[in-house]
C-alpha cells in the first residue's frame, strides 16, 4: 500500500504558465481534498471530491479547477499561475461518512511561482 | 472566515516538560475533533481525536481535554519529548460533513 501519492513533489513556474498537480491513492477511498498550506494560516482547503465524478468548492478555490475521473484519482489544476499561488499542496483521502474519519496525506508538493 | 482558532503560534518546551496547544470553535454543529502533527517535510498525520460525548481522551502521552460549554479544546503533551517537535494541528467537523477546518498550526520545539 503506496496510501497517498503527489506528483510532482517540487516545481517552479512563471506566472501565467499552466500545470496539473496529481494525486492517487490505493485505499479506495470515496473522499478526496486538496490543501495549500501557508505560514500561519493552517491547512485551507480548495476542492473536494466525495466520489467519483464529483467535486466542489472548498474555502479557497478562486484560480483552481479539479477533475475525479478515476476514484483513485484526483487532479488539481492551475490554468494561469499567480505568485499568490506561490504554497505547498497537499492531497487527502478518506474512506467516506459512515466508514472513517481520518484523513490521510500526501507528501506534499513545494510550488514556486516567480 | 477562521472557524477555529489556534494558539500559541509557536511553543518551545524542555524535554520532560508539558507542551499544551489551546483551540476554539464557533460552530456549534461541530462535533469530531482531531489533531493532526507534522513533520517537516510530510503531510500532516492524525495524532488523536475526540468527540463530544467526552471531556477527556488519553492515548499514551497524549491527552485531549475538551470544554463543550466554552467550545474550546486542547492538546496535551507529557513528558515532552525532543522527537515530538513537529507542527500540531486542531481540526474540527461536523458528523454529516465531510470536510475539516483547521486551525492555523503550532510550531512546537522541545529541546533536549
Known amino acids: 500500500n503506496a496510501g497517498v501519492t503527489q506528483t510532482p513533489k517540487f516545481r517552479v513556474l512563471k506566472t501565467g504558465q499552466s500545470m496539473t498537480l496529481l494525486c492517487a491513492q490505493d485505499m479506495n477511498h470515496e473522499y478526496m481534498y486538496w490543501y495549500r498550506q501557508d505560514p500561519g494560516m493552517g491547512l485551507r482547503l480548495i476542492h473536494y471530491s466525495v466520489g467519483e465524478g464529483t467535486t466542489a468548492k472548498g474555502e479557497v478555490p478562486d484560480g483552481y479547477n479539479v477533475s475525479r475521473l478515476k476514484k483513485q484519482n484526483f487532479l488539481l489544476g492551475l490554468e494561469s499561475a499567480a505568485p499568490s499561488q506561490t504554497s505547498v499542496y497537499f492531497c487527502a483521502s478518506r474512506p467516506g461518512t459512515s466508514k472513517g474519519d481520518t484523513q490521510y496525506f500526501g507528501p506534499g508538493t513545494r510550488l514556486t511561482v516567480l | 472566515q477562521q472557524q477555529v482558532k489556534q494558539s500559541p503560534q509557536s511553543l518551545i518546551v524542555q524535554k520532560g516538560g508539558i507542551s499544551i496547544i489551546n483551540c476554539a470553535y464557533e460552530n456549534t454543529a461541530f462535533d469530531y475533533f482531531p489533531w493532526y502533527q507534522q513533520f517537516p517535510g510530510k503531510g500532516p498525520a492524525l495524532l488523536i481525536a475526540?468527540?463530544?460525548?467526552?471531556s477527556e481522551k488519553k492515548e499514551g502521552r497524549f491527552t485531549i481535554s475538551f470544554n463543550k460549554s466554552a467550545k474550546q479544546f486542547s492538546l496535551h503533551i507529557m513528558d515532552s519529548q525532543p522527537g515530538d517537535s513537529a507542527t500540531y494541528f486542531c481540526?474540527?467537523?461536523?458528523?454529516?460533513?465531510?470536510?475539516?477546518?483547521f486551525g492555523e498550526g503550532t510550531q512546537l520545539t522541545v529541546n533536549p
Open positions: 475526540i468527540r463530544p460525548d467526552v
Open positions: 481540526a474540527a467537523r461536523r458528523t454529516s460533513g465531510s470536510r475539516l477546518t
